[in-house]
Structures are given as C-alpha cells and as structure tokens.
C-alpha cells in the first residue's frame, strides 16, 4: 500500500482562485480592495519569507495587502499604538501581527489588542472562545487548512478517532475543537504524553503538530490512517522535514502530506480566506 498524496498547493491554488473571484465582486460592490495589514517586528529570516508569502498571496488574489516592518527594539507601547491606528483603519479588513515576537513584548497582549473582527489569524480570546462553542468568527488558518484538507479526500470524520500530537494554541487545541465539531473523538497529546507510540497508533486520523523532526515513523501509525503533517523543521543540511518521517510513513499510511507542499500552502490560502470574510461582512 502507497498512501494518498494530499496535495496542498494544488487545493490551495484552487482555493485562492475562489478568493480572487470574490475580491473582484467585493471591489465591484465596494469601491476598493479588501484589505490585509501584516505586521512584522525584527529581521528573523523566517518571518521575512513568511510574511513576503502572505503579502505576495494577496496581491496575486486581488487584494490590498501591506507590509510594515518595525525594528526588533520597538516597544510593546509603539507596537500597541501601531495596531489602535490599524484597527480604526476602515481600509484594513484583516490585521496580522507575524510572531515569534522579541523578547520585550507580550505576545499576548498585542493579540488582545487586535480588535477580534479584524483578527483574522483567529487568535484573539474572543474568537478562541467562539470556536469552543462551535460557532467561530474566524478559525485558525492551519487548522482550518488541515480541515479542508481532510474534506477534499473524503476523509469519514464522524465516528473517527482523531489524535494529536501538540498543544499549541495555534494548531493542537483549535484543531481538536473543528475535528470534535465535526463529529470525531479527539486525543491530545504532548511531549509529556506517556507511551506516545501507543497512542498514535490509534489513530484513524493523525495531526502531527510538535515541532519535532520526522518524530512520527511507521511504528506508530495504524495502517490507512490518514496522516496530516503540521511540522516544519529546518535540519542540520538545510534541508526542510516535517514531524513525520514521511519515506517511512508513506507505505504505511492510507493518506498522507508532504513536507513542503502539504499544509504551508493551505494556511496561507485560509488567511486570505478570512481577510475575505472579514472585507465582506463590513459590506452588509
């Protein structure tokens, strides 16, 4: 047995013509572009190419996407003030602040202070919580992403056990609430999970989100589960792996994503999924 390839930039260039055509309408009807503000403290390298991807997305998509750079020793006051300017910016739908964030400011705070109907990362503790009672006003891009994922294979998730291997608040938590909305029974796991393998192995649907290189091999996935890969690590070489061993895995599982190629792609269509939304609510 060959697993299923789940080819994300295909479903996400399909996804992001979808996007296109509804920026056109919008501008029809509007008079502008929807519009996406990034926000981008410091010079980490994987952040630059993170937030170029996002900017370039938009534009391709037909929207109006801006970029603002801020030196790494900007206060969280400056930062704060920046982000009350956007959210009374009437031409900006969507504000993302690109994190890891340096070490003089509170993550937490600045993704407080992004008003929760511009937030389309869909971090903001309102949203948080309107995800948990099932009706989200944005959903977390990557989760979102691997949800589409699973819906373009077919993928039974009702009746299925889902099992996650982290926590995040950006991945692991909102991924277990769509996956729970939809029907599953969900597993969360951790670093400190005892006997990990045990647990994976249960898995008819496998979300692998921990940050650690190729740590899921054939060992310890059930044979046909479907294997949805969040991780991307940089190795020793350079080169790029996921946290699943995807050469082992594949003959093992019944579908699985690539690294790169896999889910990457899908969240930066979902983001520009949410910009949307949130351009087309301000129009009623």
Do not use: W
Not at 79 to 93: E, G, H, P, R, W
Request: glycine share 8%; net charge neutral; charged share 20%.
């Amino acid at each position: 047995m060959t697993a299923q390839l789940i080819d994300g930039l295909a479903l996400a260039q399909q996804t992001r013509a979808q996007v296109a055509q509804r920026a056109a309408a919008f501008e029809q009807k509007s008079g502008r572009k929807a519009g996406l503000t990034v926000v981008l403290v410091g010079e980490n390298p994987a952040s630059q190419v993170y937030v170029r991807n996002k900017v370039k997305a938009c534009e391709a998509a037909g929207m109006k996407s801006e970029l603002i750079m801020l030196p790494a020793d900007t206060s969280q006051a400056a930062l704060l003030t920046k982000i009350d300017q956007l959210n009374a910016d009437t031409s900006v739908d969507g504000i993302l602040v690109q994190l890891p964030l340096p070490s003089q400011i509170d993550s937490h705070r600045v993704i407080e202070a992004i008003a929760a109907d511009k937030d389309v990362d869909g971090f903001h503790v309102a949203n948080a919580g309107a995800l948990m009672t099932g009706a989200p006003q944005f959903t977390p891009c990557t989760p979102y992403g691997v949800m589409k994922m699973l819906e373009s294979i077919g993928t039974p998730i009702r009746g299925a056990h889902a099992v996650i291997v982290g926590a995040s608040n950006i991945v692991g938590k909102p991924m277990a609430m769509l996956l729970l909305a939809a029907g599953a029974t969900v597993t969360i796991c951790n670093s400190k999970t005892r006997d990990l393998p045990a647990m994976t192995r249960q898995a008819d649907i496998l979300v692998a989100a921990v940050g650690r290189p190729k740590l899921i091999d054939a060992s310890m996935v059930k044979p046909g589960a479907v294997v949805i890969d969040v991780g991307i690590n940089r190795l020793d070489d350079g080169k790029l792996a996921g946290d699943v061993d995807f050469e082992s895995v594949k003959p093992v599982a019944g579908a699985i994503t690539p690294v790169p190629g896999g889910v990457g792609p899908m969240t930066i269509a979902m983001l520009l999924v949410n910009t949307m939304e949130s351009a087309e609510r301000r129009l009623v």
